[in-house]
Every structure is written in structure tokens, then in C-alpha cells.
């Protein structure tokens, strides 16, 4: 049972370059989600899936595209990288029980510098 | 929506001393609050949680209480160690969003040797 796993740990990209951060989970969880988190800061939501074949946005979705055609597979699309794209990303997969606790477990984050 | 506040951005204290971060919410319904801790360039890992039929939880060194009519919740860290220095993320689940949790904007908890 590996939980969350995120690939690549590290990228360094151009501006303009396009790339996915890929995202799977072996947990048989619905819900999956993106954060990215920018130095000292919080977690900002940037899309989510409540199960294969259904994605909705985030907080802040811009510049980013994903798909959920398997339950165990998430992938972030970066379309045209900048500068401003340059942080942690952080997968998250997650359970509901019926009393309403999530239980959230989270990959090990894909570090990005857009240059 | 629910909105989560959390309080303060960072809290220095001496090792040996109490930590206590806290936070609110907006949405009467929310019934699960979560803590996450962060190391540094690690993860978010959960480290307690309550729901809202409970008002304190404890385990071990850390204790979360909640206090319903004022919705807001606690957390609290005795007797700090240096291993306790890290990033604290609250979260409350939200009615509105098929029980997802939203995220406070976290709390930097440095220990003083």
C-alpha cells in the first residue's frame, strides 16, 4: 500500500513550457485534489475530483488542466509555464465517512521552478 | 461557504512551555476538525481531530478542544520539544462541498532552546 505517490519529486521548466505532474493512489479513494503551496504560505486549492469522470476548479485553477478517467489516477497539466507557477505541489486523496470525517493523505509533493 | 481563520501566523515559544493555535469558522453545520502538522519540505500529515459531538480530545503531549457556540477550535501542545517546530494547518469540513475541508492559513511554531 503506497498511498499518494507524486511524480517527478523536482522539475525545472522554461516559460512556456508544458508538462503534467502525475498523481496516483492505490487507497480506492473517491475525492482527489491539488494544492500548491508557495513559500510560507498555505494551501490553495487548485482543482479536485469527486471520482472518475467528474473535475471541478478550485480556488486557483488558471493555467491548469486536469482529467480523472480512473479512480486511482489524477494528473495536473501545466499549459504554458511562468514564473508565477513556481512552487510546491501537493496531491491529496481522500476518503468521507458518513458522520462527515475526511480523512486526507497527501503525496510528497513535486517541487517546481519555472525559469 | 465555510471560512476558516486561524491564529496566530507564528508563535515562538520557549522549549518546555504551552503552544496553543486557534481557530474559527463560519458554517454552524461543519461537524469535523481536523490538525495537520508540516515539517519542513515534508508533507502535511494529520496529528488529531474532533468531531463535533465531542468537546476536548486528547493524545498524549497535544489536545484539541471545540467550542460549538463559538465555533471555534484549539490546539494546544504541552510541554514543547524541539521536534514540535513546524507548520500547523487547521481545517474544518464543509456541508456546502460534499464534506470537503477547508484549509486555515496555518500557523509557524518555532521552539526556543
Known amino acids: 500500500n503506497a498511498g499518494v505517490t507524486q511524480t517527478p519529486k523536482f522539475q525545472v521548466l522554461k516559460t512556456g513550457q508544458s508538462m503534467t505532474l502525475q498523481c496516483a493512489q492505490d487507497m480506492n479513494h473517491e475525492y482527489m485534489s491539488w494544492y500548491r503551496q508557495d513559500p510560507g504560505m498555505g494551501l490553495r486549492l487548485i482543482h479536485y475530483s469527486v471520482g472518475a469522470g467528474i473535475t471541478d476548479q478550485g480556488e486557483v485553477p488558471n493555467g491548469y488542466n486536469v482529467s480523472r478517467s480512473t479512480t486511482e489516477d489524477f494528473p495536473l497539466r501545466l499549459l504554458s509555464a511562468a514564473p508565477s507557477q513556481t512552487s510546491v505541489y501537493f496531491c491529496?486523496?481522500?476518503?468521507?465517512?458518513?458522520?462527515?470525517?475526511?480523512?486526507?493523505?497527501f503525496g510528497s509533493g513535486t517541487r517546481l521552478t519555472v525559469v | 461557504g465555510e471560512n476558516v481563520e486561524q491564529h496566530p501566523s507564528t508563535l515562538s515559544v520557549q522549549e518546555g512551555d504551552s503552544a496553543v493555535i486557534k481557530c474559527t469558522y463560519s458554517d454552524s453545520a461543519s461537524n469535523y476538525f481536523p490538525w495537520y502538522k508540516q515539517e519542513l519540505g515534508k508533507r502535511p500529515q494529520l496529528i488529531i481531530d474532533?468531531?463535533?459531538n465531542v468537546g476536548e480530545k486528547k493524545d498524549q503531549r497535544i489536545a484539541v478542544t471545540l467550542n460549538k457556540t463559538a465555533k471555534h477550535f484549539s490546539l494546544h501542545i504541552t510541554e514543547t520539544q524541539p521536534e514540535d517546530s513546524a507548520v500547523y494547518f487547521c481545517a474544518a469540513n464543509s456541508m456546502d462541498s460534499n464534506y470537503q475541508l477547508i484549509w486555515g492559513a496555518g500557523t509557524k511554531l518555532i521552539i526556543k532552546p
Open positions: 491529496a486523496s481522500s476518503y468521507f465517512s458518513g458522520q462527515g470525517k475526511a480523512g486526507y493523505t
Open positions: 474532533i468531531r463535533s
